[in-house]
């Protein structure tokens, strides 16, 4: 998106052009010194009484060219006309001629009379550009001659070489243009002309297909800051340029400096917030799906959108547009489908009114809505553009619908003409999924084998492809068993989505053996270790392998685990902890559970805390380690003392932590802490805990009930 600045700077066409000359008469000296410094009413009355006194014809030429020029400032149109016509008849020759000529254009080019100026300048062009080459060549622009401009105006200063630049630009001489532009910046760094001639400048190797050099020309206003509009304007061309060449880090850099300097207003303003928008957006299209940063950079985008205010009506449709995009890119279906309906309902007419009718659609579609899908799709099954994608959304949403095969099929047929490698693929794969659920599975085959030879599927849809074809091996019985199915595609495929679940199943299978089971579990834990289903095909192997044989895996495991120490969830730990213990494999579930502990602690969760010390306290008492499982069960006793209710398992800690304190020969302990416990635990855990104690050696009574909880009102299991 360029936008060439809508009235390019033209310089002033007045220079103060008049003919000094030994003149006898101090009248009309005096009228030229007025009429020098602005004085117009003195210089007019000067020049007035001069026309009356002088005899010369020469003085008379003068007084009266004088008259007429300052009757001009001072709004005298009849005067002045009737002294121009005096000056010329007075003139002497073509120099006389030549002179009143230039200021009669002028003022004709001042009052936008431009057929008039050049009209009048033309018998004395050459002359006048000896006087004011820059209003011969603005006449020459008025009236659409830019080949005159570059013919007779003759580049003498920074004004002139921009005007026969401009004039050069307009007729498709690109090189003279360029050529004249860099001469003008060279000669005019600290005039007001110099941000137009750099932009110029940009323009001409832009127009010229030089983009990357026009893009580091406009470029350089990013940096000289001038404070006119141009600047602006530049900087915005410089980004979308960079845009256009693929350098989108460098085009939003160019608008952030654009936004933050100079704070664009207005519908100027609305369009580079837009532009800002649609760069992020292709910035996020560049970073995988599901990453935080690409939703970052969206979410931004929309973010800057929805800021726009008092968005230009020809804009509106456009925002819309990339809002619904943004969502679409999110894969947020739900948003996307909204916002693409908001634009088909209120923008009939915008430019992206069929593209508000496919994204609406196939919005629909991935949200599951088939009958929208099949209402917008239908929509465009006319347009040449549309018609091939829309059959495809047609042809999956009916067989999603209804499973009308046969009424798909028609659309998904159609589909495979398209000359989109992408559509041809998405038809074949779903006519290959039609053929495979309804069992013929080298119908089925064929398809898939289409799909991936037309090479315009998504990894996503190569990876399903691939899956279905080694699974219709499987089905025409090139594998024995779905456990060496899983081996060998778990071999070819390790980063197939589709893998994972194959092991799992694999697992469910009677056919498993140790060693198969063993194979299958490492490859597991290499393609995604910490995965819940990979935890689901360590649970599935506790029947089919035994401790020691699992450790190196679990070890390996925790290491992956540790190695992604600021990511890994206390859940997942415990979660390998478990594993641990499932084997017998107490010390790894004590290693795992003091690592879990040591990120628990850091946290204000207590109730997490105390379940993890609970249960490393238990793991060093199957050790016999009763020292370091009461350095457990103590701080996480204090922690529940706290607390404003007992976790549920209170009881099992409670009789551990006996267990424990007994083991390290301190009985005193086990009468405090078990009467502290006795007084907050409910009735029935009560009474199972006196049991406990007296299957110990050890007779406590129960504490009154006044000390508690009345006998009519006992306290809620949990409850303090």
């Not at 691939?466 to 024995?480: A, D, M, Q, V």
Request: hydrophobic share 40%; charged share 20%; net charge neutral.
């Amino acid at each position: 998106m360029i936008i060439v600045a809508q009235s390019i700077y033209l310089p002033e066409p007045y220079e103060g052009f008049w003919n000094i000359r030994l003149l006898s008469n101090k009248l009309i000296e005096d009228g030229y010194r007025f009429l020098q410094s602005g004085e117009y009413q003195e210089a007019y009355e000067a020049f007035k009484e001069a026309s009356y006194r002088v005899w010369d014809r020469k003085d008379q030429f003068a007084a009266s060219l004088g008259v007429a020029i300052t009757a001009y400032y001072l709004n005298k149109p009849d005067e002045r006309a009737s002294y121009l016509k005096k000056a010329y008849d007075l003139a002497s020759d073509l120099e006389d001629s030549s002179f009143v000529a230039m200021w009669e254009a002028y003022i004709l080019y001042r009052n936008g009379d431009h057929d008039g100026a050049f009209a009048t300048v033309s018998p004395y062009a050459k002359a006048v550009g000896e006087y004011n080459p820059v209003m011969l060549g603005l006449i020459y622009l008025s009236v659409n001659q830019p080949d005159s401009v570059v013919k007779y105006v003759r580049a003498v200063n920074a004004e002139t070489m921009y005007i026969v630049g401009y004039a050069a630009y307009l007729i498709g001489n690109y090189n003279k243009a360029i050529r004249m532009f860099r001469m003008c910046t060279e000669t005019s760094e600290n005039s007001f002309i110099f941000p137009y001639a750099i932009y110029m400048l940009g323009e001409s190797y832009r127009a010229k297909g030089d983009i990357k050099t026009a893009a580091a020309t406009m470029e350089k206003l990013a940096y000289i800051y001038t404070g006119a509009e141009i600047t602006e304007r530049a900087i915005f061309a410089a980004a979308c340029l960079y845009d256009s060449l693929g350098q989108l880090n460098k085009a939003d850099s160019l608008l952030n400096i654009l936004i933050s300097w100079y704070w664009p207003r207005g519908r100027f303003g609305a369009v580079v917030r837009f532009k800002k928008a649609e760069i992020l957006v292709k910035i996020a299209s560049k970073i995988p799906w599901n990453t935080s940063k690409r939703y970052a950079l969206i979410n931004r985008a929309i973010a800057i959108l929805d800021s726009i205010k008092n968005v230009p009506d020809d804009l509106a449709d456009d925002v819309v547009y990339l809002k619904a995009k943004s969502y679409y890119r999110m894969w947020d279906h739900y948003d996307a489908e909204k916002m693409f309906e908001y634009g088909v309902t209120n923008y009939p007419n915008s430019e992206h009114h069929k593209e508000f009718l496919f994204g609406a659609g196939r919005s629909a579609f991935y949200r599951g809505n088939y009958r929208k899908t099949i209402i917008y799709m239908s929509k465009l099954l006319n347009d040449s553009a549309y018609s091939f994608s829309a059959s495809y959304y047609i042809g999956a949403a009916l067989y999603r619908e209804d499973g009308n095969a046969s009424k798909a099929m028609q659309y998904l047929n159609y589909a495979l003409l398209s000359p989109s490698k992408r559509y041809i693929a998405l038809a074949a794969k779903e006519i290959g999924d039609i053929y495979l659920t309804g069992g013929k599975i080298d119908s089925a085959l064929t398809y898939y084998q289409l799909a991936l030879k037309s090479k315009g599927l998504t990894e996503t849809d190569m990876d399903d492809v691939i899956y279905n074809i080694e699974y219709i091996r499987y089905l025409k019985g090139e594998y024995k068993d779905i456990v060496e199915f899983a081996d060998k595609f778990s071999d070819n495929y390790p980063n197939n989505p589709n893998t994972l679940p194959l092991i799992l199943n694999a697992f469910k299978s009677n056919s498993l053996t140790q060693q198969t089971a063993l194979k299958l579990l490492r490859k597991a834990v290499h393609i995604s270790p910490l995965d819940s289903i990979t935890f689901q095909i360590f649970h599935l192997s506790i029947g089919h392998l035994n401790g020691p044989s699992v450790e190196p895996i679990l070890d390996t495991l925790l290491l992956m685990a540790m190695s992604k120490d600021k990511n890994i969830s206390i859940q997942t730990l415990m979660g390998i902890a478990d594993l641990y213990e499932k084997f017998g494999l107490h010390f790894g579930a004590i290693k795992t559970y003091r690592y879990a502990l040591s990120k628990a602690a850091k946290g204000k969760n207590s109730g997490l805390e105390v379940y993890i010390r609970y249960l490393l306290a238990s793991n060093y008492l199957k050790f016999n380690d009763y020292l370091s499982s009461t350095a457990q069960f103590d701080t996480a006793f204090s922690i529940i003392m706290e607390m404003d209710t007992l976790p549920y398992y209170f009881l099992d800690f409670m009789e551990k932590y006996v267990d424990a304190s007994l083991g390290a020969g301190d009985t005193v302990k086990v009468r405090k802490i078990s009467e502290i416990a006795l007084r907050v635990m409910n009735s029935s855990d009560r009474l199972n805990f006196i049991g406990f104690l007296n299957s110990r050696g050890i007779d406590i009574l129960a504490p009154k009930e006044e000390n508690t909880q009345s006998a009519e009102n006992p306290p809620a299991s949990g409850s303090r």
